[in-house]
């Protein structure tokens, strides 16, 4: 049902009127998005403007005020089993990683596999490896989270996320946290993983990624969508104001 | 150079020596010397050795009570401490109701509270669901026929004591869940778990670590409060004790002996969790 109504089954998300109020805070005013199958969208905008709050109510992090979300034709409704469906389906990737610090590497990809997924200990062990290979630090398995770098910590919340076999993977300001000498390796894998065709919506500063990964670039401000466009036009042609004074600001 | 720190070193050690004598655990040594006293009068004295011999039939009371007891609580405590987070209306208000009422009464109060009005009020609710339930269970059936005095004041004790630690350990258990960092839960929850799977895997391995500490000092609180089941009249240490003092006469001695087996399990007890802090403090992931 929910399929049908958000026409064809190319789009993975697809957000209409989008509210989110905190008491009296607006922090989403009406965001209305639609993100295809194996595309990525980077949404940028200045502190406050909703970005976070967009990407939290996709997963249901946050429940909306009002508007409706599809996920990969499955509307999000408030009845929790559904919730948990959904959100096995959507990978999140937090700005303070958010690693379970009493368990290893290993066990934190494993664990949301045998008890979501219902994997047996043998198979989930496997994905984990192969998750952790894929990003690139196999050989951290059996390390804690403590006793890891934070883009080591961030490549392994990333395997996380992916050995649950999700179909979008949402990222806020993923490399935010990092020392600077950390930010490429996790934007690394990132690429990878765009250019393997892994539908994205990442909330990030980093413009370079922007401009190598995005299908598209949203900007918003203020709780609203201010321009969408492609990266080249979007960088190249900005067409309001308030996107020129943003680009003018973070790309000095 | 030499010559100065010469001349002034006789002063500055002994400063050091008033010093390092200061920091002595002198309360330990006179504790020890009030011991080996006692163990001294235990070989010696007839009587003390009368008196510890009365106290031992007590001893596995004691001991019993506050296991079982304790055990209890812990269960309660993480029930009622779950209820304290939950976002349910109906359940964090129950669970604030236990815990405030338990924190506004007096043990002993709410020990012959329990005994003498909730245990026979619990019966004659019972008593009363038996015979509404008559025409389907028969006239006499077990709920009707179920009395107070079913529940021996042993019973009782350990049931007055184990509610009234669990309001403790639902605090104990509250604070140790909310100091977990919110996206701790929110990533569990991202990974598709449910509420309880989140807290079963992810919050409380946590939590617990780190009200380890606070529980291993309850347990040797829960130690001491065993002693008010006396006031029930169940045979622990104490209440041989009492009953020794009273045909005996012999205070001094009797109440000597009583703090002195205390004192061992109590400080043996508070020596062991302390290894257990150090050992968790240790391996620092506990963060
Ligand atoms: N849990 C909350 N309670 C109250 N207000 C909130 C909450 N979360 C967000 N807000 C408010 O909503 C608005 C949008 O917040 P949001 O985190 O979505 O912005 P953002 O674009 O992600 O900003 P940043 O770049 O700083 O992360 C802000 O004004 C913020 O203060
Ligand atoms: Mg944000």
Redesign the pocket.
């Known amino acids: 049902m929910g399929a049908a109504a958000n026409g064809n089954g190319q789009d993975m998300i697809v957000i209409r009127n989008l509210v ?1 109020r ?2 009296h ?4 005013n009406g965001v209305s998005l639609t993100v295809a199958r194996g595309q990525v969208v980077v ?1 940028i ?12 109510c996709i997963n249901h992090l ?1 429940t909306p005020t009002s508007g409706e979300i599809w996920v990969d034709g499955m509307k999000l409704t408030h009845n929790h089993k559904d919730i948990n469906a959904i959100r096995a389906e959507v990978g999140m990737v937090f ?1 303070q990683f958010n690693l379970f610090p009493h368990l290893t590497a290993l066990e934190n990809i494993t664990l949301a596999q045998k008890v979501v997924r219902r994997r047996d200990a043998r198979e989930a062990d496997r994905i984990a490896r192969a998750q952790l290979e894929r990003v690139g630090i196999p050989e951290k398995a059996d390390a804690y989270p403590g006793q890891l770098s934070g883009g080591q910590q961030q490549r392994v919340a990333i395997a996380r996320a992916l050995a649950m076999n999700p179909k979008v993977m949402l990222f ?2 993923p490399t ?1 946290a990092l020392d600077p000498e950390m930010i490429k390796e996790v934007l690394d894998v990132m690429l990878e993983l765009a250019r393997e065709g892994m539908t994205m919506v990442v ?1 990030t ?1 980093e413009m370079g990624f922007a401009r190598n990964a995005a299908n598209e670039i949203v900007f ?1 401000d203020k ?1 609203l969508i201010v321009e969408q466009n492609t990266p080249d036009e979007f960088f190249a042609n900005p067409r309001e104001s308030r996107t020129r004074a943003f680009l003018s600001q973070i790309l000095r | 150079m030499a010559a100065v720190s010469s001349t002034s070193s006789p002063s500055s050690a002994q400063g050091n020596f008033v010093g390092r004598l200061a920091q002595l655990p002198w309360w330990l040594l006179l504790l020890v010397l009030a011991g080996v006293t006692l163990l001294y009068q235990f070989l010696t004295n007839e009587l003390y050795t009368v008196i510890l011999d009365k106290l031992a039939r007590g001893i596995m009371t004691t001991i019993f009570v506050t296991l079982v007891a304790f055990s209890s609580a812990i269960v309660i405590g993480l029930i009622a401490g779950l209820g304290r987070v939950s976002k349910n209306p109906v359940i964090y208000n129950l669970a604030t109701l236990y815990v405030q009422v338990i924190r506004g009464l007096p043990i002993l109060v709410w020990i012959f509270y329990v005994a003498f009005v909730l245990t026979p009020a619990f019966f004659t609710l019972t008593n009363a669901l038996g015979d509404a339930l008559s025409p389907l269970l028969g006239a006499d059936n077990f709920l009707s026929k179920a009395n107070t005095q079913d529940v021996t004041l042993l019973g009782r004790a350990i049931i007055a004591l184990a509610f009234a630690y669990g309001g403790f350990e639902a605090e104990t258990f509250r604070a140790g869940i909310q100091s977990i960092g919110r996206g701790q839960m929110e990533a569990a929850r991202s990974l598709g778990m449910s509420y309880f799977q989140a807290m079963r895997y992810v919050i409380l391995p946590q939590a617990v670590r780190r009200v380890l500490p606070p529980l291993g000092n309850d347990f040797i609180a829960m130690l001491k409060d065993s002693s008010l089941v006396s006031v029930l009249g169940v045979r622990d240490i104490t209440q041989e004790a009492r009953l020794y003092v009273a045909a005996s006469f012999r205070y001094p001695e009797t109440y000597n002996t009583l703090a002195f087996v205390y004192l061992s399990m109590t400080i043996v007890l508070s020596l062991i969790v302390k290894g257990v802090e150090a050992r968790l403090g240790k391996d620092g992931r506990g963060s």
Do not use: C, Y
């Open positions: 989110k905190f008491g805070v607006e922090a989403v949404i905008g200045p502190s406050g403007s909703g970005k976070s709050t967009v990407l939290r946050e700005q806020d300001e935010s909330v500063h918003m709780g």
